[in-house]
C-alpha cells in the first residue's frame, strides 16, 4: 500500500518560489502516474499538473504553465512541484495524488477521479 506526504509548503511573497515534495512510501512508486491539484477556500479541487511513470511528457494546467514544473526522482519516490513567479490567486493547499498506470501521457490525468490515492496536503499562501 502506496502512502502519500506532501511537503514545501508555506508563506511566500509575491514573486517568490517554493518547492513541493511528495514522498511516496511502498515499492511500487515507477510504476505511478503522479498528478499536483490545489483546493482554496470555497472552490473546488483543481487539476494543476501531471507526470507520467518516467517522468516524461508532464501536462500543466494552463494557470500555472511555464510558472510551475513537476518532476519526479523514482529513486527517491519522490515527486516535486517548483513553483516560480507566485501570485496571490495560487493561495491553496496543494495535494499530491497518484494513479498505478503505465499511460504515457499525462495529459489524460488531469480529473480528481483519475486518482487512486492523495495525500494529506500542504498550505501555500502567496502575498501581495
Known amino acids: 500500500q502506496v502512502q502519500l506526504v506532501e511537503s514545501g509548503g508555506g508563506l511566500v511573497q509575491a514573486g517568490g518560489s517554493l518547492r513541493l515534495s511528495c514522498a511516496a512510501s511502498?515499492?511500487?512508486?515507477?510504476?505511478?502516474?503522479m498528478g499536483w491539484f490545489r483546493q482554496a477556500p470555497d472552490q473546488e479541487r483543481e487539476f494543476v499538473a501531471a507526470?507520467?511513470?518516467?517522468?516524461?511528457?508532464?501536462y500543466y494546467a494552463d494557470s500555472v504553465k511555464g510558472r510551475f514544473t513537476i518532476s519526479r526522482d523514482n529513486a527517491k519516490n519522490t515527486v516535486y512541484l517548483q513553483m516560480n513567479s507566485l501570485k496571490p490567486e495560487d493561495t491553496a493547499i496543494y495535494y499530491c495524488?497518484?494513479?498505478?498506470?503505465?499511460?504515457?501521457?499525462?495529459?489524460?490525468?488531469?480529473?480528481?477521479?483519475?486518482?487512486?490515492?492523495w495525500g494529506q496536503g500542504t498550505q501555500v499562501t502567496v502575498s501581495s
Open positions: 495524488a497518484s494513479k498505478n498506470t503505465l499511460l504515457a501521457s499525462a495529459r489524460y490525468l488531469t480529473g480528481t477521479a483519475e486518482y487512486d490515492l
Open positions: 511502498g515499492r511500487t512508486f515507477s510504476s505511478l502516474a
Open positions: 507526470i507520467n511513470w518516467s517522468g516524461n511528457w508532464p
